[in-house]
C-alpha cells in the first residue's frame, strides 16, 4: 500500500487561484454616500408635502372658521334689512334708515339703523319681535376689547320720554368681524347703474336698494382681510318712493 502525498495549497485571503483579488462583500464609501443623499432628499420632499398638506389643512379650518362667524352675521343683516318696516300714509321720520358713514375698505367703521319686523338681529324670543323695533348695527369693542360685531334694539312704541337708546347694551354678535361698510340708493343714474351714496341723509325715507360689506379677520396678521359684500333691494320702500 503505496503512501499518498497531499498537498495543501494556501494562498491570500480574497484571492482567486490565479493570483487576482476577489471583490469582497458590503458597500464602497461613495455607494454608502449616495444612498444617505438620496434618503435625505427623499425625507426632505416627504416632510415638505407633509408640512406643506398640514398648513393648507389649517389655513382652510380657519378661514371655515372665519366665513362661518362672517356668513352668520351677513345673513342677520340681510333678514334684518328685508324685514324692514314702514308705516304707510307719508314719510314717517321715527322710521327712517339712518346711516353713519365712519370710513371706507377694511377700516371703515360706519353704523346703521332701520326700524324692522321679526326675530332677526333681536331672536324670535324677544318680547317685541314682532312689532315694529328699531335695531342699530355698528362696531365696538366687546368685554376683551376685541373690536366686534355690536347690534342694540328696542321698541318704538311705549318708550318714556328720558329714554336713551344710547344707554343699551349691545349683543355682540361675532369678534371676527374687524371692518363694515354700508352704501345704499334709490334710484339709478342715467347709464342705468346704481347711483350708490356713502352716506344716506334721508333718515326720514328707506332706500330702495343696500349694500353691505364685512371685512372679516385675516388668517394670518399682515395678510387682507376676507371681504364679504351683499347688495340688496328693500320692497317696502316702494311704497315711498312709487305711492
Not at 432628499?41 to 416627504?46: G, I
Amino acid at each position: 500500500m503505496g503512501v499518498g502525498l497531499i498537498i495543501i495549497q494556501t494562498g491570500l485571503k480574497g484571492a482567486s487561484r490565479s493570483g487576482r483579488r476577489l471583490p469582497s462583500a458590503g458597500f464602497t464609501l461613495l455607494e454608502v454616500l449616495l444612498s444617505v443623499t438620496i434618503l435625505s432628499l427623499v425625507s426632505t420632499v416627504t416632510f415638505m408635502t407633509f408640512s406643506a398638506a398640514t398648513s393648507a389643512w389649517q389655513r382652510g379650518v380657519t378661514l371655515c372658521d372665519r366665513l362661518h362667524h362672517g356668513d352668520f352675521v351677513v345673513n342677520q343683516l340681510v333678514m334684518g334689512l328685508r324685514s324692514a318696516y314702514y308705516r304707510e300714509g307719508g314719510e314717517q321720520p321715527d322710521c327712517g334708515f339712518q346711516h353713519t358713514n365712519n370710513g371706507d375698505g377694511p377700516e371703515a367703521t360706519d353704523e346703521i339703523s332701520w326700524v324692522k319686523l321679526g326675530g332677526a338681529l333681536v331672536g324670535r324670543d324677544q318680547s317685541y319681535a314682532g312689532s315694529p323695533h328699531r335695531v342699530r348695527f355698528f362696531l365696538a369693542d366687546d368685554e376683551e376689547g376685541r373690536r366686534s360685531a355690536a347690534v342694540t334694539s328696542w321698541q318704538i312704541n311705549g318708550q318714556p320720554d328720558d329714554f336713551d337708546p344710547d344707554s343699551l347694551d349691545p349683543v355682540f354678535l361675532s369678534s371676527r368681524v374687524k371692518g363694515f361698510n354700508c352704501r345704499a340708493a334709490y334710484e339709478l343714474d342715467g347709464n342705468g347703474k346704481i347711483n350708490w351714496l356713502d352716506e344716506w341723509i334721508e333718515t326720514n325715507k328707506i332706500p330702495s336698494m343696500v349694500e353691505i360689506t364685512l371685512y372679516i379677520q385675516p388668517i394670518k396678521d399682515g395678510e387682507p382681510p376676507v371681504e364679504l359684500k351683499r347688495v340688496l333691494g328693500l320692497r317696502v320702500a316702494e311704497v315711498i318712493w312709487n305711492p
